[in-house]
């Protein structure tokens, strides 16, 4: 549940795409880590990647300058969906493996108890 409530809360928040003008991309691409297109604004341009690309480490300044701060957030966003989603496959794996451990544990040292109580 908390996986879902993370999932919703951060796909939610993402209001644009990770590079100048682009919209907000659908959940499955952004889980796939699919590239995203660049907009045909920049292509015909031929801007820098530095104007229009939030996704690469830059400055402050840098990010003020291009106005990249929605998307840099966005961008962080994107990568907090991956993170909860493949967070909430492994926390659900360790709990199945943990419950079906403690499942087959559990009877068996109860088992030699109810034995040893019915011979005295």
Not at 27 to 56: M, Q, S, T
Not at 60 to 69: F, Q, S, T, V, Y
Not at 75 to 93: D, I, K, Q, S, Y
């Amino acid at each position: 549940m908390t996986a879902v409530l993370i999932q919703l809360t951060f796909y939610r928040e993402i209001k644009l795409g990770p590079l100048l003008g682009m919209t907000k991309r659908p959940y499955w691409e952004i889980i796939a880590d699919r590239p995203p297109g660049i907009p045909d604004f920049i292509r015909e341009k031929g801007l820098p990647p530095k104007l229009w690309d939030a996704r690469l480490p830059l400055s402050e300044d840098e990010i003020r300058k291009a106005n990249l701060g929605g998307h840099r957030r966005a961008h962080r966003r994107e990568e907090g969906l991956r993170t909860a989603f493949f967070g909430g496959w492994m926390v659900n794996g360790l709990y199945f493996v943990v419950f079906h451990a403690l499942y087959w544990y559990i009877p068996r040292q109860a088992k030699p108890r109810r034995a040893n109580l019915a011979h005295h």
